[in-house]
């Protein structure tokens, strides 16, 4: 039967990485989808940007909406102090599933918290499931017309506090045109663009940094 392509991205991973080695992983990804297959990770330059966002928040709580493969999920776990925690939503079980092995060969398995369901679903139940009071950093990159509704729901859940960040992708490739327009709009944040390229092409995109003021 045909292999999928987060199957042939793994098998990329566990040929050219050096378990353990997360920097090894992010590389052996990027050369798969500049080599290989094009695949939608945040890619290198952006993720020299969230890395550098990652680097200067330091967060103990971090949010991400939409594993898919996992090579965020692996930028950003390697930045983080001990005991800082990383929860990451991914609602499609194949993906989950091969992000859980990225997640593993890079051997960050104690600094991440996958869990297989809708953000919909588990925003409302970070508080009671995970003693998380609020994130330092939420990485938003999963269905772009989903960004605002969640991002409505993590302040009614009281999930942001006065310095909160909010990392979004693709804000101009797809595209977030609602969630955009909310964050610049919006006094209670405090928005920057991040000019980039969408992964691994020549196309415009960039990440949206929003500081919550609450
Ligand atoms: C809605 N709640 C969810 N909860 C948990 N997991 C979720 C949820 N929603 C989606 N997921 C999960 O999050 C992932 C979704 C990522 C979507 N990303 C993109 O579409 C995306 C697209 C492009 C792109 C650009 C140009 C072009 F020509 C073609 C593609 C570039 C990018 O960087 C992207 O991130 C995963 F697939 C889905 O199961
Ligand atoms: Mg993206």
């Given at each position: 039967t045909q292999s999928t392509?987060?199957?042939?991205?793994?098998?990329a991973v566990q040929k050219n990485a050096t378990r353990g080695d997360p920097r090894s992983v992010v590389?052996?990804?990027d050369q798969f989808c500049r080599q290989k297959e094009w695949a939608m990770n945040v890619g290198d330059e952006k993720g020299c940007i969230?890395?550098?966002?990652?680097?200067?928040v330091n967060p103990a709580t971090v949010l991400e909406l939409g594993t898919y493969c996992g090579y965020s999920t692996v930028r950003i776990a390697?930045?983080?102090p001990p005991h800082a925690k990383l929860i990451t939503l991914e609602f499609n079980p194949d993906f989950a599933a091969i992000a859980r092995q990225v997640i593993a060969w890079a051997g960050l398995e104690?600094?991440?918290?996958?869990?297989?369901?809708?953000s919909g679903d588990?925003?409302?139940?970070?508080?009671e499931q995970f003693g998380v009071k609020t994130f330092d950093l939420v990485f938003l990159d999963h269905w772009k017309d989903r960004y605002l509704p969640d991002t409505m729901l993590m302040e009614e859940c009281g999930?942001?506090?006065?310095?909160?960040?909010?990392?979004a992708d693709n804000v101009i490739c797809p595209g977030t045109p609602d969630y955009l327009e909310y964050v610049r709009s919006s006094p209670r944040y405090e928005s920057q663009y991040f000019k980039s390229h969408l992964e691994y092409t020549k196309v415009e995109d960039g990440l949206e940094k929003s500081v919550f003021l609450g």
């Open positions: 392509r987060p199957q042939r991205l793994l098998g590389q052996a990804i969230l890395d550098s966002v990652v680097s200067e390697s930045l983080l104690d600094k991440v918290h996958l869990i297989e369901g809708a588990w925003i409302p139940k970070m508080t999930l942001l506090r006065k310095g909160s960040i909010l990392l």
